[in-house]
């Protein structure tokens, strides 16, 4: 599974996990902390804190994260199209590029395949609310062409 943040809250974000019978939480967020006091609950030690309460193991995976730099070339790319953060609905062609090369060709994605648990469902979580507007959801789409994952999406209703 994959998940963001926005257009949760604390309380409908545990809700999808647990429908989902997620077990594990990867953390793919390079800062694990949200603006607006209405995302308080998704930074880190909070979150890692009601996820322990409800029985969700957490992982931080900060080698899949995008870099500062890859994540201004976005935000430029962002500007240039009117749009925001909160609002992007796909990554720019650059930024897929770039984070493909930089980042995922050289994370060892076998090693983390091989510590996943054999029962319940793991999910990858960064914070926009669509997936193809994150970067989660190229690391999804390699888990699934390389290693035979099926991955779905898990999004606000």
Same mark, same amino acid.
């Given at each position: 599974?994959?998940? !963001?943040?926005?257009?949760?809250?604390?309380?409908?974000?545990?809700?999808?996990?647990?429908?989902?019978?997620?077990?594990?939480? +990867?953390?793919?967020?390079?800062?694990?902390?949200?603006?607006? @006091?209405?995302? !308080?609950? &998704?930074?880190?030690?909070?979150?890692?804190?009601?996820?322990?309460?409800? !029985?969700?193991?957490? #992982?931080? %995976?900060?080698?899949?994260?995008?870099?500062?730099? +890859?994540?201004?070339?976005?935000?430029?790319?962002?500007?240039?199209?009117?749009?925001?953060?909160?609002?992007?609905? #796909?990554? &720019?062609?650059?930024?897929?590029?770039?984070? /493909?090369? #930089?980042? +995922?060709?050289?994370?060892?994605?076998?090693? /983390?395949?091989?510590? +996943? @648990?054999?029962? !319940?469902?793991?999910?990858?979580?960064?914070?926009?609310?669509?997936? #193809?507007?994150? %970067?989660?959801?190229?690391?999804?789409?390699?888990?699934?062409?390389?290693?035979?994952?099926?991955?779905?999406?898990?999004?606000?209703?």
């Amino acid at each position: 599974m994959t998940i !963001g943040v926005y257009g949760f809250d604390g309380e409908t974000f545990l809700q999808e996990l647990r429908n989902a019978n997620v077990c594990l939480l +990867l953390d793919v967020r390079q800062r694990r902390g949200v603006r607006g @006091p209405e995302y !308080g609950w &998704a930074n880190s030690l909070r979150l890692q804190a009601t996820l322990a309460q409800a !029985g969700i193991a957490y #992982e931080h %995976h900060r080698e899949l994260a995008p870099t500062t730099e +890859l994540r201004q070339l976005q935000y430029a790319e962002d500007d240039r199209q009117g749009v925001g953060k909160r609002t992007r609905r #796909e990554l &720019a062609g650059e930024y897929t590029h770039r984070y /493909t090369t #930089e980042i +995922l060709d050289h994370a060892n994605l076998i090693a /983390t395949v091989s510590t +996943l @648990p054999s029962t !319940g469902t793991v999910a990858l979580l960064c914070v926009e609310r669509d997936p #193809e507007a994150c %970067h989660r959801s190229l690391i999804a789409q390699r888990l699934a062409e390389q290693h035979g994952l099926t991955v779905n999406h898990l999004r606000p209703h």
